[in-house]
């Protein structure tokens, strides 16, 4: 039975869809199966060559909440970006297709975001490993996102992001984040498109622009590391360009940032650890594609690319 559309939404769900058939339906019965009701799940259909259309379509039958948006390929951000321009909640949540979570955690993220008056709210998940190669290939990520520290009270994003940052426990997924939708509209917040791993520069920008944040231990996602996954696959001309641009963008916002001696170093610790990152993804990918990512950038970005990557790749090569 159909049950009836929610006509004032409370929360918007936002769950890009592209080719995910094997996982599309676990991830969807843990939104449904959410103990508040009052929100609308808004299934953007990034040009899907799969079953994955049609299981949406099939779900969308039984309940009126989920809204099908149909785009063309475009990725992760240009899909969320999308969502969000046809979201009516007060609140925004971002769930992946592959991943879940827990029944209550809508509730939980509503509940203390109207209490604190909050423009985001950041928790913890848990991992689940696809398979024992998963696991073996990737350890890094059992434990990941569960923090240690503490980080009671309201305080501004600036601040938390400091607190986490000293305790190496600061975390970009936008999946771990729940936030007012007039927070994002007014600071401008989005996701950078064409782009992998815009969830750095888009976690750095709230975190900086938040106002009153907060941060619960509450373990209410599930990140699924899978073998094919975006973020698991190898280095490649894409990620390299990707990288540098992401690490750019973030430079930029940084640069805005007054003459908060504190803050300023906590920025600079993680710009320098995304640089090591994408200096890896360079020293790691086979000389083609190196090539192939330097052809894509400008002659300005090129000069900035030998100072800011290819030196720091040539230094992981001496150190090898």
């Avoid at 509730?107 to 209490?115: L, N, Q, V």
């Avoid at 190496?168 to 917040?189: G, H, M, P, V």
């Avoid at 003459?259 to 990152?277: H, N, P, T, Y």
Wanted: charged letters at 30%; a negative charge; one cysteine or more.
């Amino acid at each position: 039975m159909r049950k009836n559309d929610v006509k004032t939404p409370v929360i918007s769900v936002i769950i890009p869809v592209y080719n995910v058939e094997r996982y599309l339906a676990e991830c969807l019965d843990s939104v449904l199966s959410q103990t508040e009701i009052d929100i609308e799940i808004l299934c953007v259909n990034d040009g899907s060559t799969d079953g994955s259309r049609g299981i949406l379509e099939t779900y969308s039958n039984h309940d009126g909440r989920i809204r099908i948006i149909d785009k063309e390929n475009g990725g992760l951000s240009s899909a969320r970006n999308a969502g969000f321009r046809a979201a009516v909640g007060k609140y925004i949540y971002y769930l992946d297709a592959d991943d879940s979570i827990r029944p209550d955690a809508m509730s939980i993220c509503k509940e203390i975001s109207e209490k604190e008056r909050l423009d985001i709210l950041f928790f913890d998940a848990d991992t689940n490993y696809e398979n024992d190669a998963a696991r073996a290939a990737h350890p890094v990520y059992d434990g990941y996102y569960i923090r240690k520290g503490r980080y009671a009270g309201v305080m501004s994003g600036a601040e938390l992001f400091c607190r986490m940052v000293r305790m190496n426990e600061y975390r970009t997924s936008a999946c771990t984040q729940f936030a007012r939708k007039s927070f994002i509209e007014d600071k401008a917040l989005g996701f950078l498109e064409g782009l992998y791993f815009e969830d750095n520069a888009y976690t750095l920008m709230a975190m900086l622009r938040a106002e009153r944040a907060m941060h619960t231990p509450e373990r209410m996602f599930s990140r699924r590391v899978r073998a094919d996954s975006i973020v698991s696959s190898g280095p490649g001309a894409d990620k390299v360009y990707s990288g540098f641009q992401i690490l750019k963008h973030m430079q930029g916002e940084a640069s805005n940032i007054e003459s908060d001696s504190e803050l300023r170093e906590c920025i600079a610790w993680v710009l320098r650890d995304f640089q090591f990152f994408v200096a890896h993804n360079y020293v790691r990918a086979e000389d083609g594609q190196r090539q192939i990512a330097k052809g894509r950038l400008t002659s300005g970005e090129r000069f900035e690319f030998a100072l800011t990557v290819e030196s720091l790749a040539n230094e992981i090569v001496r150190e090898k």
